[in-house]
Nanobody, 121 residues
Framework: QVQLVESGGGLVQPGGSLRPSCAAS????????MGWYRQAPGKERELVAT???????NYADSVKGRFTISRDNAKNAVYLQMNSLKPEDTAVYYC???????????????WGQGTLVTVSS
């Protein structure tokens, strides 16, 4: 069994910062891409940012210059530094990872349970 556990969401004022984190645990051989997605009320889930095991990153246009994704391969963890937060960033943020549990096994997509980020004054 493999699971992703997120933490670090919460309530913040516009212009503030948060740094959610996500750690993978269980039977893990290798993790390829890790990322963050978000889903606002009444909207579809959307990509926020991804990072490969080598450190290559990709961001949604709406967060470029404000959010930074990073990972610690030794800890099987991924982080999302969110600065200059706006009310439209309010959403449930989900951690995502592609994980192989054994050598030669295909990578499986795993989701965390989500952490709520609310940006409001």
């Amino acid at each position: 069994q493999v699971q992703l556990v997120e933490s670090g969401g919460g309530l913040v004022q516009p212009g503030g910062s948060l740094r959610p984190s996500c750690a993978a645990s269980g039977s893990i051989f290798s993790i390829n891409v890790m990322g963050w997605y978000r889903q606002a009320p009444g909207k579809e889930r959307e990509l926020v940012a991804t990072i490969t095991s080598g450190g290559s990153t990709n961001y949604a246009d709406s967060v470029k210059g404000r959010f930074t994704i990073s990972r610690d391969n030794a800890k099987n963890a991924v982080y999302l530094q969110m600065n200059s937060l706006k009310p439209e960033d309010t959403a449930v943020y989900y951690c995502n990872a592609h994980i192989a549990t054994m050598p030669g096994y295909r990578y499986l997509e795993v989701w965390g349970q989500g952490t709520l980020v609310t940006v409001s004054s």
